[in-house]
């Protein structure tokens, strides 16, 4: 069976500078973005781009993060009172203010991996120690699982003997496409949006 292709999204139409002060900006903007709405729209589209890039994703640890975060919010009530089980009174300005927090954090950590993932160095970084190091760190990242305890010491001299040989024509030192008409109209309307919400809340 053939496995899913690739969906390439940021990487061929976004050039690397304008993604990384794109995902500068956008962090600022979202850890000041009061709107519950606007973030959750934010998380689900970097959830996409996610998983359209099939990076991992678990889904599971989203919604526990969240009910956990508005779960200890609820433990210091503000508000209207909504219901009191046990005795516990739960407000409704506690689990919207754990709702926002979560889905701020959420939201944050998906764009970065949404982004980062996409980011290139300078080339002259890129061809050096530094890059190399980079490198190396991502792809013994991506071959962790293949280590198993019964075989230790055997399993990572092979990939650190496979990281050696990856980093020698590695992908990362291609260089990025430019800047399609696409990747403005994605950087420029997503910052306006920011604005606009950051303005009218």
């Known amino acids: 069976m053939r496995s899913r292709e690739k969906i390439v999204i940021l990487e061929k139409n976004v050039s690397s500078p304008f993604l990384l002060v794109y995902g500068v900006i956008s962090a600022f903007t979202v850890v000041l973005q009061q709107n519950i709405l606007f973030l959750t729209a934010e998380y689900t589209a970097f959830t996409v781009i996610v998983l359209l890039e099939q ?20 433990l210091s009530p503000e508000g209207k009172v909504l219901w009191e089980p046990l005795g516990l009174p739960i407000t409704e300005d506690a689990i919207i203010r754990g709702t926002r927090r979560a889905i701020t954090l959420l939201t944050l950590f998906v764009m970065s991996k949404a982004l980062l993932g996409n980011v290139l160095l300078p080339a002259r970084v890129r061809s050096g120690l530094v890059g190399k190091i980079l490198a190396a760190l991502q792809y013994m990242t991506t071959r962790k699982k293949s280590i198993r305890t019964a075989t230790l010491l055997t399993d990572v001299d092979r990939v650190l003997c496979e990281t050696d040989s990856s980093i020698a024509g590695h992908e990362a030192f291609a260089d990025r496409a430019p800047q399609s008409r696409f990747g403005f109209l994605f950087y420029y309307l997503i910052l306006a949006s920011h604005t606009i919400f950051l303005i009218l809340q």
Request: hydrophobic share 60%; charged share 5%.
């Open 55 to 74: 990076q991992r994703y678990s889904f599971y640890s989203a919604l526990l993060f969240l009910l956990v975060t508005v779960f200890f919010n609820a």
